[in-house]
C-alpha cells in the first residue's frame, strides 16, 4: 500500500509551478540547440562548453564531467578534432598527458549560440513588465547561487576528510593525584566540509 502524505509544503508547491513555467525558457534553448545541430551533435556541444569552462582539461575528467565512458570521451573528442572544434596539447604539469583548448572555430560557434539565445530572450522580455523582469532576475541569481552552493557541498561530502593528528597530553596532577585518569577523551568530532561559493 503507498505511503500516503500530508499536502506539499510551499517549496514543493513552487517548484511544481517553476517546473511548469521553466518549459517555455527551456524552448528558447532548445531552439538555439537545433539551429546548430547541422554543425554540432548534443553531445559534442556539452563537450565544447565543458572545455570552454575548464580550459586545458584532460580527457579522463571530461570523460567524468559528461558522465562517460573514457573509451567514448575519446572517441568523441577524435570527432571534435575532425571537425575543427576540438585542439589536443601535451599538458603543462605532465608531458604526458594531454590537454583540450577549444578552437576559433568553437569559441565562433558558441558566441553564435548564445547571441541567438539572448535575442529570443530579449523579444520575450519585451513582453514583460519592469518590475516583473528585475524579480525574475533577482530570483533566477539567487536560484542559481543555491544551485552552486549545493553542488558544491555535494561533492565535498564525497572527499573524505584526513584525520587531525592529536597532541599527547601529560596528565594534569594535583597532589600526586591524576585527575584524568577516570576522564573519558574529548577530542573534536570531525569538522565539516566548508562550503566555497563559486562565482
Given amino acids: 500500500m503507498a505511503e500516503l502524505h500530508g499536502p506539499p509544503g510551499p517549496e514543493m508547491s513552487m517548484a511544481a509551478e517553476l517546473d511548469s513555467?521553466?518549459?517555455a525558457l527551456l524552448t528558447v534553448w532548445d531552439g538555439a540547440r537545433e539551429r546548430t545541430a547541422n554543425r554540432i551533435s548534443t553531445a559534442q556541444l556539452r563537450a565544447v562548453m565543458l572545455v570552454e569552462r575548464q580550459d586545458g582539461i584532460n580527457l579522463r575528467r571530461l570523460a567524468t564531467g559528461l558522465d562517460m565512458l573514457l573509451s567514448?570521451?575519446?572517441?568523441?573528442?577524435?570527432?571534435?578534432?575532425?571537425?575543427?572544434?576540438?585542439?589536443?596539447?601535451?599538458?603543462?604539469?605532465?608531458?604526458?598527458?594531454?590537454?583540450?583548448?577549444?578552437?576559433?572555430?568553437?569559441?565562433r560557434l558558441l558566441a553564435e549560440l548564445r547571441e541567438d539565445r539572448r535575442q529570443h530572450l530579449a523579444a520575450i522580455l519585451g513582453d514583460m513588465a519592469p518590475e516583473a523582469r528585475q524579480a525574475l532576475l533577482r530570483g533566477l541569481r539567487e536560484f542559481d547561487e543555491?544551485?552552486?552552493?549545493?553542488?558544491?557541498?555535494?561533492?565535498?561530502?564525497?572527499?573524505?576528510?584526513?584525520?587531525?593528528?592529536?597532541?599527547?597530553k601529560l596528565p594534569e596532577t594535583r597532589g600526586g593525584i591524576d585527575l584524568g585518569a577516570d576522564q573519558p577523551s574529548r577530542g573534536w568530532p570531525a569538522g565539516e566540509a566548508s562550503v566555497v561559493r563559486t562565482a
Fill in 21 to 23: 513555467a521553466a518549459g
Fill in 72 to 107: 567514448s570521451a575519446s572517441r568523441l573528442c577524435d570527432r571534435l578534432v575532425a571537425a575543427g572544434m576540438l585542439e589536443r596539447e601535451p599538458g603543462r604539469a605532465d608531458r604526458r598527458e594531454i590537454s583540450l583548448h577549444l578552437t576559433a572555430e568553437a569559441r
Fill in 146 to 168: 543555491a544551485a552552486r552552493a549545493r553542488v558544491v557541498r555535494s561533492v565535498s561530502s564525497l572527499v573524505p576528510q584526513p584525520e587531525q593528528p592529536h597532541a599527547e
